[in-house]
């Protein structure tokens, strides 16, 4: 049991390049989440899925596209690099819904992105 | 607008004594409050949860407390040690026009002294 991991651990880009930060879980879980924490900021939420093929925004999803096509599996994508985009990425996946439930999130171990 | 105070960026405490963490919060309601560690270069895990109803937490050396009359959480870990020393988020649940939000604080930076 692996629980959420995370790809890449880290990643430098070029202001305009695009790339996808990979998420997946084997816990079966159906709620998943991307976040970002910055120096002073907290964790904010970026995108969620309450589950496959249902995807919602967060509360700083500009910049980000997000798909969820299997349960195991969310990826999110940057779209057009930008430096307000560096940040440390992580991703989480929980038991309950929303509203369900205590919400306990499982972490990943994240992506330290630098834009350049 | 909805806010979150961890009481300070970092804390010092000398081994054995207890540390406590406050964590503020201001124009929410909220249903539960959330507790995590986080070590550096690593993700949050889930430590506690304390539902709005309830007053007190506890587990092993760990105790929460719930106050929604003063809007605040207390985080403690008992005779601690410096294998404590680390991050600590607290995290809000609420419902925010319908939807349940997870908001979390900035973390508090504890360090036990040997």
């Known amino acids: 049991n692996a629980g959420v991991t995370q790809t890449p651990k880290f990643q430098v880009l070029k202001t305009g390049q695009s790339m996808t930060l990979q998420c997946a879980q084997d816990?079966?879980?159906?709620?998943m989440s991307w976040y970002r924490q910055d120096p002073g900021m907290g964790l904010r939420l970026i995108h969620y899925s309450v589950g496959a093929g249902i995807t919602d925004q967060g509360e700083v999803p500009n910049g980000y596209n997000v798909s969820r096509s299997t349960t195991e599996d969310f990826p999110l994508r940057l779209l057009s690099a930008a430096p307000s985009q560096t940040s440390v990425y992580f991703c989480?996946?929980?038991?309950?819904?929303?509203?369900?439930?205590?919400?306990?999130?499982?972490f990943g171990p994240g992506t330290r992105l630098t834009v350049l | 607008s909805q806010k979150i105070e961890q009481n300070s960026e970092a804390l010092n405490i000398q081994e054995g004594k207890t540390a406590t963490l406050t964590c503020n919060y201001t124009?929410?309601?909220?249903?539960?409050l959330q507790w995590y560690r986080q070590d550096p270069g690593r993700g949050p895990v889930f430590l506690l949860l304390i539902r709005e109803n309830e007053k007190e937490k506890r587990k092993e050396r760990l105790k929460v407390t719930f106050d929604t009359t003063l809007k605040q959480s207390l985080f403690h870990i008992t005779a601690s040690q410096p294998a404590d020393s680390a991050t600590y988020l607290c995290?809000?649940?609420?419902?925010?026009?319908?939807?349940?939000?997870?908001?979390f604080g900035t973390g508090t930076r504890l360090t036990i002294i040997p």
């Open positions: 124009n929410y309601s909220p249903a539960y």
């Open positions: 995290a809000l649940g609420a419902l925010d026009f319908g939807n349940e939000k997870l908001t």
């Open positions: 816990m079966n879980h159906e709620y």
């Open positions: 989480a996946s929980s038991f309950d819904m929303p509203g369900q439930g205590p919400n306990e999130q499982f």
